[in-house]
């Protein structure tokens, strides 16, 4: 659906993207992610032929973007960030605007006007100013927008900033929903939103790709493991200096709760020293209150691919 | 065709849509109707020389708010898209750029002829309580509002060009009203200056809209003054077109 080759978008001096290659296919639900300033939504706007890229291709259902521009767009749908919108038209008014303009036909408005307003809970609204509307329902009018007129490709920059959790769980349910049928390209930085949401990631930084793969993947692929958390009655033992020999893990931070202590383990990826730890423990009586292990994250898949340079 | 009435409607609504458009609508009824009934008035009392067309269509109450009317009404059209960030939801629509701006175009000329039906029926109504033709001939009355569309069509197209330029709705009115004030008042400097070159002021005259409304509103029709209108209108439109894609790009 998408393909996306050696694309490069240079602004005076700043490269924005820099030789990007991904592709998604018919019915993915992507989600691209990255740190502020990665060069998601410089890589949306080409994809939507706002911008034309420096260099390199990409195509949008078979059409160039820049060459065959307006067929490309016929299949998008795209929310842009922050939402633009007419804020002097009504709420119908506007979407009918909007499907005549993405070339809904005049017997189908009706039908297609109102299967969004359902579909984005904006009834109690129609009539009203776009104007006088919330962060919320405007959000939902650029998403009712984008969906109005049917399209195989959707391209949502940001579609939950702005919105009330309630609000943020009633898109999300809806865009997981419309995967299959159509393909949704997702920007986002709100890592639980993509675990939910996306059956792939695309993790950009610096205008490259740091990463592409499903979730699943990224978390069972990262370096940088999980920790585990371990509270005991450790009397006047030197609990740390032991539990440091223990395989697998790379440091001990240590804390007071009143009679037990509190242990933070550091694990090297892939290594669960439970079993030694239990032993250990019944060795030296301790008294066990907690063993946790935490999973690592998205959150740590991403700050390790954007946060160093390398 | 669709997406360019589409664009054409939403584009003719957005007046209605601000008090703008009622504002200009109110005071250019006000000031077409006073110097209507004003210059009745006189011709009533003294015999004229002049007809009632070529009478209205001199005077600088029908200059005045004649070029003030251009910076209003197209200040907004672009520079609104630009500072809302619009334009992103309009070029990323199945939209050619050229009928973004041709419906733009089309757009604010028919605004600017609704804001002169008032006063064509004003004379119509004229001729018919007074059995007397507004101008020299029938003919004569239709060549004054034929120029009056093409003088429309250019410093239309001179506002749209200025608000694509910026983002802010002042500048583009303040550089349309200046280009607009040069175009009509330049035509004087030989006058101002005391020039008595014949020639010089004959090329000036040529690109007079004073000068060319007092021909049309005798009924001479002529041909110069309307290539002249045309092409600077596809000029105009062109550039445009140019400035418009260059600051979405840019953007």
Redesign the interface.
């Given at each position: 659906m998408i393909k996306v080759e050696n694309l490069t978008k240079r602004y005076a001096g700043v490269t924005a993207i820099n030789n990007l290659n991904f592709e998604v296919e018919k019915g993915e639900i992507v989600g691209f992610l990255g740190p502020n300033g990665a060069g998601k939504s410089t890589t949306m706007?080409i994809l939507?032929?706002?911008?034309?890229a420096s260099s390199g291709r990409a195509t949008i259902a078979g059409f160039d973007v820049f060459e065959q521009s307006?067929?490309a767009?016929?299949h998008?749908g795209?929310l842009?960030e922050?939402t633009?919108?007419?804020?002097?038209?009504r709420v119908n008014e506007y979407l009918r605007?909007?499907a005549?303009?993405?070339?809904v036909p005049g017997r189908k408005m009706r039908q297609s006007v109102g299967d969004v307003l359902e579909l984005c809970s904006l009834r109690d609204v129609e009539h009203k100013l776009i104007g006088s509307l919330s962060k919320g329902y405007r959000q939902r009018v650029g998403l009712a927008?984008a969906l109005v007129h049917d399209p195989d490709l959707l391209i949502l920059d940001e579609p939950t900033i702005g919105l009330d959790p309630n609000q943020i769980r009633h898109v999300r349910e809806l865009i997981k929903n419309l995967g299959g049928k159509r393909t949704v390209l997702i920007s986002t930085h709100i890592l639980p939103e993509v675990e939910i949401m996306c059956s792939r990631v695309i993790v950009i930084h610096k205008g490259k790709i740091r990463a592409s793969d499903t979730a699943e993947n990224l978390l069972k692929n990262q370096r940088t493991a999980g920790s585990m958390r371990f509270e005991a009655k450790v009397g006047s033992d030197d609990a740390a200096t032991d539990l440091q020999k223990l395989p697998g893990v790379k440091d001990v931070a240590t804390e007071k709760d009143g009679d037990y202590s509190v242990f933070q383990l550091r694990l090297e990826a892939n290594t669960d020293p439970s079993e030694e730890l239990m032993r250990l423990a019944m060795s030296k009586h301790w008294v066990v209150r907690e063993i946790t292990r935490r999973r690592p994250t998205l959150e740590d898949v991403f700050v390790e691919l954007t946060h160093s340079d390398s | 065709m669709?997406?360019f009435l589409?664009?054409f409607s939403?584009e003719l609504k957005?007046f209605f849509?601000?008090p703008i458009a009622y504002v200009v609508l109110f005071y250019f009824l006000l000031l077409a109707g006073m110097n209507f009934w004003y210059q009745i008035q006189i011709v009533n009392g003294y015999p004229a020389e002049l007809t009632i067309v070529e009478i209205v269509f001199a005077q600088a109450l029908f200059w005045f708010p004649f070029i003030l009317s251009f910076p209003l009404i197209t200040m907004r059209v672009y520079s609104e898209e630009f500072r809302?960030?619009?334009?992103?939801?309009l070029?990323?629509?199945?939209?050619?750029d050229w009928q973004i701006v041709m419906s733009k175009f089309a757009g604010v000329l028919f605004f600017y002829c609704i804001l002169w039906a008032p006063s064509f029926f004003s004379f119509a109504a004229f001729q018919y309580i007074t059995h007397h033709s507004a101008a020299n001939a029938a003919g004569a009355f239709y060549t004054t509002f034929l120029l009056l569309f093409l003088m429309g069509m250019f410093f239309c197209s001179v506002g749209l060009l200025a608000s694509a330029l910026t983002k802010d709705q002042i500048i583009a009115a303040t550089i349309s009203f200046s280009v607009i004030l040069v175009c009509v008042f330049l035509p004087f400097l030989p006058m101002v200056m005391n020039l008595t070159n014949p020639a010089i002021k004959e090329i000036f005259s040529y690109f007079s809209p004073v000068q060319h409304m007092e021909d049309f509103s005798k009924g001479i029709i002529d041909s110069r003054p309307i290539v002249w209108y045309v092409s600077m209108t596809a000029l105009m439109s062109y550039l445009t077109l140019q400035v418009f894609q260059f600051r979405?790009?840019k953007?």
């Open positions: 706007k939507t032929s706002y911008l034309p307006v067929e767009r016929k998008l795209y842009p922050n633009p919108l007419y804020t002097d038209m605007y909007r005549s303009l993405k070339g927008d | 669709k997406t589409t664009l939403r957005s849509y601000s809302m960030g619009t334009l992103e939801t070029t990323t629509a199945p939209v050619k979405k790009w953007a």
